[in-house]
Structures are given as C-alpha cells and as structure tokens.
Antibody
Framework: EMQLVESGGRLVQPGGSLRLSCTGS????????IHWVRQTPGGGLEWVSV????????YYAESVRGRFTISRDNAKNSLFLQMDSLRPEDTALYYC????????????????WGRGTLVSVSS | SFVLTQPPSVSVAPGQTAAISCGGD??????VHWTQHKPGQAPVAVLY???DRPPGIPERFSGSKSDNTATLTISAVAAGDEADYYC???????????FGGGTKLTVL
C-alpha cells in the first residue's frame, strides 16, 4: 500500500525556522518527483515546491523562494522542507505529494497525497 | 503569471449532473488536472490531461476543454461527491504549478 507520512509541523514564532519531513513507502520513492503543497486557513490549495527524482530539478513558488529549501534522501525514502524566516502567512497544512513522473511536466499530475502536517506561525 | 479561475460553489441535486468550470488563457496548450478534496481527508486526483481518469475513479467523472475553459463533469451526483474540487496545471514557462481557487460542490 502506498503511503506518504509527513511530520515536523508545530507552532513557531515569526522569523523562526522549521524542518518538515515526509517518508514514502509502498512505491519506488527514487523514481518520482515529489511536491510540497499547502492548504491555507482560507481553504485553498497552494503549491510550494517540487524536486525531481534525482534532485537536479528544483522549483519554488515565488512566495517561498529564498526562504524555503526542498531536498530529498532517496536512500531513506525521505523528502524534506527547510523553512526559514517564517511568516504568519505560511500558516497552513503542508502536504507531501507524489508526482506520476520523475520530472515535473505539463502532462504529469499529482498522483498521491499524504495526510499533511500542520504549521502555525504566530507569536 | 498564469491564473486559473473557478466558481466558488456549485450546487446540484442528487442524481443530477454537476459541471465545474476552470477558466484560463491559452488552455489549448495546457494539460489540466483535477483534484478532489474532502474535509479531513487526503486529496485525490480525479482527472488528468484534461480528460483521463486515474485508476479507481468512476466513469461518472469526465472532463472537457476548450480554448479558454476546462470543465469537470460529474454525472449521477451522490452525497459522497461533496468536496472541494481544484483544477491545476504545470506552467513550464515559469516552473510553477498553478491551482485554481477551488469549487465547493454541494449536493442538495
């Protein structure tokens, strides 16, 4: 059975840092691109970042570029999101999402989602 | 940047057909995907590449696309279809994924 399990979310003060993790199982983790997508308190989905299977293709949303860093360790079936200089507007439920392809591509889609980890940024 | 526009809500009676639209420019050159999100659950892909269904998605879910609008159609709607539905694309020009604002489907 395919699984993605996120962890690391918690309450943090503005300006602080947080490292999210995602562990995959039930599929060949090293063959697929993996995304971070967040659901804001307003309810909408917002794409955050993606990393290709080999870590050579990395992309960020403009709202997090320069503050967040995505990485992966295929040997440990793990994905990470280092979040620095956190802002209240980063408050969201963060999902780890497997792509159907090894590289992000217009014809590829978000194949399988984890259940998310909650990040709250507040003083 | 690319913008996808969805109606905030759509309501339909059980057994009827729901059509959820997603507006954008130059759609002819884009592949549109759809994700279903029920409260408290992980989101689920219901359509990809405008019209294709992932394994396990019933034939009641179908898609279409014109130059400026993509449409998710759900026939014989049931209470279990109540959810938020999001269209999204991968914009190769910017290296960004873009989501529509989401449409809340209510089954009356």
């Amino acid at each position: 059975e395919m699984q993605l399990v996120e962890s690391g979310g918690r309450l943090v003060q503005p300006g602080g840092s947080l490292r999210l993790s995602c562990t995959g199982s039930g599929f060949r983790f090293d063959e697929y691109a993996i995304h971070w997508v967040r659901q804001t308190p307003g309810g909408g989905l917002e794409w955050v970042s993606v990393i290709s299977w080999d870590s050579r293709g990395i992309y960020y949303a403009e709202s997090v570029r320069g503050r967040f860093t995505i990485s992966r360790d295929n040997a440990k079936n793990s994905l990470f999101l280092q979040m620095d200089s956190l802002r209240p507007e980063d408050t969201a439920l963060y999902y780890c999402v497997k792509d159907i392809c090894p590289l992000p591509n217009p014809n590829c889609y978000l194949h399988f989602w984890g259940r998310g980890t909650l990040v709250s940024v507040s003083s | 940047s690319f913008v996808l526009t969805q109606p905030p809500s759509v309501s339909v009676a059980p057994g009827q057909t729901a059509a959820i639209s997603c507006g954008g420019d130059r759609f002819r050159l884009k592949s549109v995907h759809w994700t279903q999100h029920k409260p408290g659950q992980a989101p689920v892909a219901v359509l990809y590449d405008d019209t294709d269904r992932p394994p396990g998605i019933p034939e009641r879910f179908s898609g279409s696309k014109s130059d400026n609008t993509a449409t998710l159609t759900i026939s014989a709607v049931a209470a279990g279809d109540e959810a938020d539905y999001y269209c999204h694309i991968w914009d190769s020009n910017t290296g960004h994924m873009v989501f529509g604002g989401g449409t809340k489907l209510t089954v009356l």
